[in-house]
């Protein structure tokens, strides 16, 4: 069965589970879901299904997406508006963790500002290079990279971004320090210059789409960032079983609120994500776009997990001297 027919079909099923709608009133209007990035990027993808999915608990949800400005205008957007759980964000790692790290002026505080609803699957991040580069795995391409020293570049979604901090960890675990980092507006820009053969190396989040484009031979995705071997692409191995420990570097999505909204409202749209987690449908929709389940994280299992990748991202971020206006 093709990826997009099984992508529909499970979106399907996952719909047809009845999910009770909440008594106490909320929502009384539609729900608007701010994804703080051009459309057709992963939290474009991932928080499109999840809006799909919460219809049939929370009656209308529709996506507006605000982009430009690495998500920071979205994000405030959803800040300045009223906190009644009517205006809800699809937030990840980079909005809600990295850029507290990188950005000076950023004009939110997501532990002050923001409420988790629910983490509920990550984004990895996977080492591509373009078919010409001679390497099929981790060792090939790091001495290919050493034997080219200062000719060498990759790019990344940009600077900051997870793409981005992923290659940096990737580059000082193998001492590949000479790659020059060319940052891009976008995943998207950074591949079509990877498939044409501009850049030589790029750090993709592992979609269905990069996927079709390594079956395809346009791209080689020599490894993924993970702890083990993804679920819908398990003949890809990791950077870790070819010898580069703890190199892990995966973007968190899920739901945030207002920090002000209602409790009542938080519990209801965090009940219908758990509820929706449980339909083994959803979950291989989101297998087959690409992106890993983790489950379903609590508020407070989410504010752990950041806590925790707030702890491993620092180190990278100031090795780096990052930081960005």
């Known amino acids: 069965m093709h990826r997009r027919e099984l992508i529909k079909r499970g979106l399907a099923a996952a719909a047809a589970t009845a999910l009770p709608m909440p008594a106490f009133g909320y929502p009384d209007r539609p729900i608007k879901l701010v994804v703080p990035f051009a459309a057709g990027g992963v939290n474009d993808v991932v928080g499109r299904q999840w809006a799909e999915q919460m219809k049939t608990a929370l009656g209308t949800v529709y996506v507006e997406n605000i982009g430009g400005g690495a998500g920071v205008p979205g994000v405030m957007d959803v800040k300045r508006a009223d906190p009644d759980g009517h205006t809800v964000l699809f937030g990840s790692t980079t909005t809600m963790l990295l850029h507290t790290m990188t950005k000076k002026n950023l004009g939110y505080d997501p532990n002050r500002d923001f409420v988790p609803v629910a983490?509920?699957?990550?984004?990895?991040?996977?080492?591509?290079?373009?078919?010409?580069?001679?390497?099929?795995?981790?060792?090939?391409?790091?001495?290919?990279?050493?034997?080219?020293?200062?000719?060498?570049?990759?790019?990344?979604?940009?600077?900051?971004?997870?793409?981005?901090?992923?290659?940096?960890?990737?580059?000082?675990?193998?001492?590949?320090?000479?790659?020059v980092h060319v940052p891009y507006k976008g995943g998207g820009p950074a591949m079509a210059d990877l498939i044409s053969g501009h850049i030589p190396i790029m750090t993709p989040n592992v979609t269905s789409q990069i996927l079709g484009l390594q079956k395809s031979g346009k791209i080689r995705l020599i490894a993924v960032a993970a702890q083990s071997r993804l679920k819908g692409a398990p003949e890809l191995p990791t950077a870790i079983e070819q010898g580069v420990p703890d190199m892990v570097g995966q973007l968190f999505l899920g739901i945030f609120a207002h920090a002000a909204t209602p409790k009542p409202a938080v519990d209801a749209m965090s009940a219908a994500t758990r509820k929706v987690m449980a339909n083994e449908a959803f979950q291989k929709v989101l297998i087959a776009s690409g992106f890993e389940p983790v489950g379903y994280f609590t508020a407070e299992d989410a504010r752990r997990y950041m806590a925790g990748e707030h702890a491993r991202w620092k180190p990278v971020v100031d090795s780096i001297g990052l930081k960005t206006g």
């Open 119 to 179: 983490i509920f699957c990550v984004s990895t991040v996977a080492i591509a290079v373009h078919p010409s580069v001679p390497a099929t795995n981790v060792k090939e391409l790091v001495a290919y990279a050493k034997a080219n020293t200062g000719k060498i570049s990759y790019g990344s979604a940009g600077t900051g971004t997870m793409s981005h901090l992923a290659a940096e960890l990737f580059k000082l675990k193998t001492g590949m320090k000479d790659v």
